[in-house]
């Protein structure tokens, strides 16, 4: 702390020092400039002869992110986003006021130049700078290991230091970007309208999930933040769009863990006239679709294991999955004692209360969800773990609905949606039920959307894909953390 006081400490006096030469040390705009990864790009293999004859002029702009002095030269390499390059400052260029100024440079302060592109001796591309111009200090020093900042909190913590010191994670959100408007735009090219709805709800819906709440002050009201937009979204298709897709902030207040942080980002879309077989198809091609423009192919490699996107995937419904993966009868999806008994043996704590579906889906996410490597798509969910699902004609025990799996981890959910209003108020007085038990992730009983579904709503398909474990899964990240520029947290201890 005392080495950071003492470099802070001689920052300020250089700041005062570049006020004294008249030079405002956090400058104005600075025009005109090319980007570093342009001008790399374009010259990166031009040679020294073919640099001489074309006479290549540049004006850029960065962060100095390396600097070396030999008495009346230096050579300092400029950083903008992820990519780098060395400039030159020599007395006999710049004259005496401006190799001045150039001695007052540290790492982390901010330059535009203007100079001619050359190779070196070493043939490094370089830019041998004619005007300095002076743009903004850097008090605080950058880490003393910046080059290769590797300490996890710091990372997440201070984003803007990760970004400097680890120029790879502009690649992942750059990928990030790219991801999110691809979806857009295969949406948009297939008639889907984007929409925006409330991000604040007076009752929290359309999952079972805790929710963050709030307090509007003006309508003496308490609201919820959003856990997903599912139920506004249907009401739209209840009022006649026909496509609709929302790329959407959700927040649930939930644990932390490498595949959790309670503010994420969600792509929900819903197609009138489809079943959730449309959406399993839709879900195939718009993966190939982003692999193939982002990875340059649909074969990825996620945490040392090859993942396929070949379609068709793989299709099981969940009690065979379970049953599949067990050494278990059909009896333990069927009996209470039977299905305590088979997770006591998976090693499984059981709440006292917990229903027969509870404990049969506690063995799913045991015993199967792991070792979903391949994109697997899992059908047929239980009518209690799907309260928004239509039934499944050949047997209403079980629904319409999908969850899709990929190295895994869950990374879309599904379904055939639910349009018959007296079905629906059944389901969401039986969740009533289990919040009055003591089940606060129950889903709320809605009347207002009760009323939505009583004017009629078509058949229709919905489907939700995690975005943050989408670009895991693109950029080969283990944590969600790694995918979220600025990830939630335990508060700073003080210093």
Known sequence: MDDLNDQRTQRLQKLETLRGMGVPPYGARFEGTQPIARLVEAYGSTSQDELTHQRVTCRIAGRIVALRRFGKAAFASLQEGAHRLQVYFRKDTLGDEAFRLSQTLDLGDWIGVDGSVFRTKTDELTVEVQTLTFLSKGLRPLPEKWHGLTDIETRYRQRYVDLVSNPSVHHVFETRSRLIAGL??????????????????????????????????????????????????????????????????????????????????????????ADYHDLMALTEDVFQVLAREV??????????????????????????????????????????????????????????????????????????????TQPTFITEYPADLSPLSRRTDSDPRLTDRFE??????????????????????????????????????????????????????????????????????????????????FPQLRPEPPS
């Not at 649909?298 to 294991?305: D, E, F, K, V």
């Not at 108020?425 to 129950?442: I, K, L, S, V, Y």
Request: hydrophobic fraction near 40%; charged fraction near 25%.
């Open 404 to 485: 899709l799996f990929i190295a895994g981890r869950e990374l879309a959910n599904g379904f055939s949606e639910l349009n018959d209003p007296l079905d629906q108020r059944r389901r969401f007085e039986a969740q009533a039920t289990q919040r009055a038990a003591g089940d606060d992730e129950a889903h709320a009983l809605d009347e207002d959307f009760l009323r939505a579904l009583e004017y009629g709503m078509p058949p229709t398909a919905g489907e939700g894909i995690g975005i943050d474990r989408l670009v895991m899964l693109f950029t080969d990240q283990a944590s969600i953390r790694d995918v979220i520029l």
């Open 184 to 273: 857009r735009s295969y949406l948009t090219d297939r008639g889907f309208l984007e929409v925006e709805t409330p991000m604040m709800h007076p009752i929290p819906g359309g999952a079972a999930a805790r929710p963050f709440t709030t307090h509007h002050h003006a309508l003496h009201a308490d609201l919820y933040l959003r856990i997903a937009p599912e139920l506004y979204l249907k009401r739209l298709i209840v009022g006649g769009f026909r496509r609709v897709f929302e790329l959407n902030r959700n927040f649930r207040n939930e644990g932390l863990s490498t595949i959790h942080n309670p503010e994420f980002t969600m792509l929900e879309f819903y197609q009138a006239y």
């Open 295 to 372: 990875c340059g192919g649909i074969t990825l490699t996620y945490q040392g294991q090859r993942i396929d996107l070949t379609p068709p995937w793989r299709r099981l419904s969940y009690f065979d999955a379970i049953l599949s993966s067990t050494s278990f009868d059909r009896r333990v999806l069927e009996d209470r004692a039977a299905a305590e008994a088979a997770a006591t043996d998976l090693g499984l704590a059981i709440p006292p209360g917990a229903t027969l579906t509870g404990i049969v889906n506690a063995m799913f996410e045991h015993a199967v969800e792991p070792h979903l």
